[in-house]
């Protein structure tokens, strides 16, 4: 199993441009989650999933947007990128199948994105 | 004010020594309380959790939650250099879709 996978692992972008960052997961969770994580501000969440073709907004949802399409699959993405989101991006999922699965969170190696 | 306040270090330990980190926190209403380990350049991995009160126990780590207090601590017997990494606590109210609120983490280092 490759657990929960992102994609691109690096990317610069320029003001004004926009991207997606993929995140797949094969352990068929059902709940699937995006953060950001910048230096003294810990893990937040951005936008997260309780499933297939939901999705719900978290802690710091301006300025991106995401979709679940497929369950295994939860994208994210930036319509016109700012400096202050130059972060490292998390993708995570769980399972749904008893209250503390769902808080035991497996992540994925994260995207980190510079924005000039 | 955050939610989940935790002194981001960096802390540094000799081998051996007994480590605590420490979260403290404003909602009452939290019931779940957990703590990821993230080692340098590497997404976050679950270490441990408790729900509601008291300690719990892995090997070399516990966990303690005061709730009295809005404390919840993890302590880390005989500390190795494996061990270094960034420490995060996390918590959730009752069925919360696994919605998490972490803290800041606190980055330790165990010189050999």
């Known amino acids: 199993n490759a657990g929960v996978t992102q994609t691109p692992k690096f990317r610069v972008l320029k003001t004004g441009q926009s991207m997606t960052l993929l995140c797949a997961q094969d352990m068929n969770h059902e709940y699937m989650y995006w953060y950001r994580q910048d230096p003294g501000m810990g893990l937040r969440l951005i936008h997260y999933?309780?499933?297939?073709?939901?999705?719900a907004k978290g802690e710091v949802p301006d300025g991106y947007n995401v979709s679940r399409l497929k369950k295994q699959n939860f994208l994210l993405g930036l319509e016109s990128a700012a400096p202050s989101q130059t972060s490292v991006y998390f993708c995570a999922s769980s399972s749904d199948r008893g209250i503390v699965s769902s808080y035991e969170q497996y992540f994925g190696p994260g995207t980190r994105l510079t924005v000039t | 004010q955050k939610e989940v306040e935790q002194d981001p270090g960096p802390l540094s330990v000799p081998e051996g020594a007994i480590v605590s980190l420490n979260c403290t926190y404003s909602n009452s209403a939290f019931q779940y309380f957990m703590w990821y380990r993230q080692y340098s350049r590497k997404g976050p991995e679950l270490l441990m959790y408790?729900?509601?009160?008291g300690n719990k126990e892995d090997g070399r780590f516990t966990a303690q939650v005061d709730k009295s207090s809005k404390y919840i601590s993890l302590f880390i017997r005989d500390s190795q250099p494996s061990d270094s990494a960034t420490y995060l606590c996390a918590m959730s109210f009752y069925n919360q879709g696994g919605k998490l609120i972490f803290g800041q983490g606190t980055e330790l280092s165990v010189k050999p």
């Open positions: 408790t729900y509601s009160s």
């Open positions: 999933s309780v499933g297939e073709g939901t999705t």
